[in-house]
Nanobody, 122 residues
């Protein structure tokens, strides 16, 4: 059974870059044909897909966040990471990593981490 665990700072200052890591156990991030995604949920709002890296290392981004988002991976550590630049308080959210068979992870499908709360505040 694959497990995903998000980690990173819980508090980030405005204009800084947010960096989160998803550590995967019980399965390899290079296994065909899985997609590894980052999703967030701001307080009182719905889920928002941010970006994905697939088993081959190809990346896909939400058009609304593409200019500020980067997803990468470290296959030696079986981890993938999210970087979100120039954060504002509007980026305050619960951040999740997930594995699915589709580019955009689907709620109720695949495997999701428990999430990590990130607050953007000075």
């Amino acid at each position: 059974q694959v497990q995903l665990q998000e980690s990173g700072p819980g508090l980030v200052k405005p204009s800084q870059t947010l960096s989160l890591t998803c550590t995967v156990s019980g399965g390899s991030i290079t296994t065909n044909y899985y997609y590894w995604s980052w999703i967030r949920q701001p307080p009182g709002k719905g889920l928002e897909w941010m970006g994905t890296i697939d088993y081959s290392g190809s990346t896909y981004y939400s058009p609304s966040l593409k200019s500020r988002t980067s997803v990468s991976r470290d296959t030696s550590k079986n981890q993938f990471t999210l970087q979100l630049s120039s954060v504002t308080p509007e980026d305050t959210a619960m951040y999740y990593c997930a594995r699915d068979l589709t580019i955009v992870a689907r709620q109720g499908y695949g495997d999701w981490g428990q999430g990590t709360q990130v607050t953007v505040s000075s």
